[in-house]
C-alpha cells in the first residue's frame, strides 16, 4: 500500500468527484421532471400517450446502460447529432433514469384514493391546483423510497460514462492508476467519495421521512 | 326548466349491461330540501354523482341553473359548473396532507381569487357554524368521522354554492356522531335556506327537514312528493314496506 501517492492525486479525485456530483444532480433533475410528465401522461392522457410511455419504458428498462450510452454517443453521430461527451452523458442518464421515474410515480399517484380527486372536482377546482396541491403532495410520500433508490442508482451509473471519456470519478481514478499502477488505493479512495454522495441522498431521505412523520403528529 | 337550480330529464344511465337510472326526470328549486330514498342499489347516489357530472349519463338532459351539461362539456366550463353545485360524500374525503382550514379556503383562494386572509376569515366563520372553530389548525386525521364530515360540509360552503349534493353523509359514522352531522344539516336548511338534495338513510331525519321526498327503486323516481303527504298519506306498498323496514 502506498497511501502518500494517492495523497498527491487526491484534488484530481476531489474535482472529479464534484464533476459526478453535478453529472448526477443535473441527471436526477431532468429525469424527475420528465418522469413526473411521463407519468402524469400515462394516466392523463389517454390509450395512446399511454401505451407510448409503456413502449418508452419497455425500451430503455430492458436495454443495459452501457448500451444506451453507445448509441447516443457513436450513432446519433450519423443522423447528424454530435454531441460533446459530457451533454451526451447526462442525457443518456437523465432519459435512462425518467424511464423509472416514471414508473416510481405512476404507482404512487395511483395510491391517492380517487375520492380525494373526486372531491377536487366538486369543488370546481381546475386540474392544475388538483394535481400540485392534493395529488401530488400525497403520492410523494409512498414514491420517496424508491425515488431515493433510483437516484442511488444514478449516481452509480454516472461511473459508466467514463467509457466515452467523460472526466468523472470512474474515468479520473482509471487514469490515475494506469500511470501509478495503485489501483487498490485509487479505487479505494475513488470508493469512499461515491458513497459521501450516495450518503448526501439516503440522509435527505431519512431527513425527509422523519420531517413527514413529524408533521402527522404535529398538532399546531 | 326555468326557476330550477337542478333539472334532470329523462335520464338514462347503464354501468355495462346494467341499467342503474331509467328515466329519472326531477327539478330542485332554489329553498328545496330534497330528500332522496330508497333501497340499495336503487340508483340514488349515481343520481347525485351525475347531477354533478362526477359520472356522466348516457342519455337525456341534466341542467345546472339553466346550463346544460353532459359528457361534451368543455373541463373549463365543466368546472366552473361544479363550483356552483357544493357535494358532500359518504367518505368525507377531506384532503389529508393540509389543515382543516386549508381544506376549506384552498377552493375559495384558487378560484374565488380570495387573499389568505379573506378565505381565512370566511372559512373561520364557517366553522363557527358547524361548531369547530377550535379544530382550524389540525389535520383531518386527527379529527373525529363525524367532525370530518362538519368540516367537509364547511368546504362545500365555502364554494358559496347554489345547492349542496349531500351522497349518504351519516351512513359511514357510528349513531352518536350522526347525530352532530345531521344537526348542522338541519341548521342550514331551517335557518340558512341551503338548497340541498340529501341522500339518505335517515327517514326520521328526511322526515323532519326535507321538504320533498323522493322514493327510487330499480333505477325510476317511484314517487315524488311533499314530505308531509309522503310519510302521512303512503298508499304504495313497495314504500309502506321499506318505509316499515327502516
Known sequence: ?220 | MTGSLIHLHNVQKKFGHTTVLDGISLDVRAGDVMAVIGPSGSGKSTLLRIVNQLEQHDAGLVAINGEKIDAATPRRQLARIRTQVGMVFQGFHLWPNMSVLDNITLAPRTIRGLSREQADAQAEQLLARVGLSAQRDRRPENLSGGQKQRVAIARALAMEPLAILFDEPTSALDPHLSNEVLEVMADLATTAGVTMMVVTHEIGFARRIANRTVYMQGGRIVQDAPTDTFFEHQQDPDILKFLSHT
Open chain 1, 1 to 220: 500500500m502506498n497511501w502518500a501517492l494517492v495523497w498527491n492525486y487526491l484534488p484530481y479525485l476531489l474535482h472529479a468527484a464534484g464533476m459526478t456530483l453535478l453529472i448526477s444532480a443535473m441527471a436526477i433533475a431532468g429525469g424527475t421532471v420528465l418522469g413526473l410528465v411521463l407519468a402524469l401522461a400515462r394516466s392523463e392522457l389517454g390509450r395512446w400517450a399511454g401505451f407510448t410511455v409503456a413502449a418508452y419504458t419497455w425500451l430503455v428498462r430492458g436495454t443495459p446502460l452501457l448500451l444506451q450510452i453507445f448509441v447516443v454517443y457513436y450513432w446519433l453521430p450519423g443522423l447528424g447529432i454530435r454531441l460533446a461527451a459530457f451533454p451526451a452523458g447526462v442525457m443518456v442518464l437523465a432519459l435512462n433514469a425518467t424511464a423509472y421515474y416514471a414508473d416510481i410515480f405512476r404507482s404512487a399517484l395511483q395510491t391517492v384514493p380517487p375520492g380525494q380527486i373526486e372531491a377536487a372536482l366538486a369543488v370546481g377546482l381546475p386540474w392544475l391546483p388538483t394535481m400540485r396541491r392534493i395529488v401530488i403532495p400525497q403520492a410523494f410520500v409512498p414514491a420517496l423510497p424508491p425515488y431515493i433508490g433510483q437516484s442511488i442508482t444514478v449516481v452509480k451509473n454516472t461511473s459508466l460514462v467514463s467509457v466515452i471519456s467523460v472526466q468523472e470519478l470512474m474515468f479520473t481514478s482509471e487514469s490515475i492508476y494506469s500511470s501509478t499502477y495503485r489501483v487498490v488505493e485509487t479505487i479505494g479512495v475513488a470508493g469512499v467519495l461515491y458513497l459521501g454522495i450516495t450518503s448526501i441522498l439516503q440522509v435527505f431521505q431519512i431527513w425527509m421521512e422523519h420531517r413527514i412523520h413529524a408533521s402527522k403528529t404535529r398538532v399546531r
